[in-house]
């Protein structure tokens, strides 16, 4: 019997110890993402474009604030490269960051408040992949949040605003 239980006693610790090592390597992990979008705020407000497209994976969709920003990769380095090359970046400051990663530790999606001082409160939603040991960017979404007291309006607004 005294054999039985000290078994079992080995297996409890040795299980803690395992869930335990698991919760610090996701915090790990979520602190390695949220350097990523750190880093890729500060280099867009930078114009470090080469350090800012890094940050992506090469299959990366960008989707900006208007309804046809739906860029590859490649088509925002188009949009983008003018700009930086100009030294004409763009500034974020995050405000609140929540990060969530998959039971695979291969797969991570994000939400952020963001402040920007042209469109003051923004939100900024997306998710990354593990390539080659490194976290990347495969979706960006940049949005406003509208304030449902004003919804029906701003709707309108929209659905009356010329196409380009």
Not at 24 to 30: L, T
Request: hydrophobic share 45%; with cysteine.
């Amino acid at each position: 019997m005294k054999g039985i239980l000290s078994v079992f006693v080995v297996v409890a610790v040795i299980g803690c110890l395992s869930v335990s090592a698991f919760a610090v390597a996701v915090e790990e992990e979520k602190a390695n993402i949220d350097a990523v979008l750190t880093a890729l705020h500060d280099a867009a407000s930078k114009a470090d474009g080469e350090r800012y497209f890094s940050l992506y994976a090469d299959n990366a969709i960008f989707y900006g604030t208007d309804s046809t920003e739906r860029w590859t990769l490649d088509e925002f380095k188009e949009w983008a490269i003018p700009y930086f090359a100009k030294g004409k970046g763009w500034t974020y400051t995050m405000t609140e960051r929540n990060i969530y990663l998959d039971a695979d530790g291969n797969t991570a999606w994000f939400d952020e408040r963001l402040m920007n001082e042209k469109y003051g409160d923004c939100r900024g939603t997306g998710a990354l992949t593990m390539v080659d040991g490194q976290w990347k960017i495969v979706q960006y979404n940049l949005t406003f949040p509208v304030p449902n007291s004003i919804a029906l309006d701003v709707i309108q607004m929209i659905k009356e605003a010329p196409s380009e």
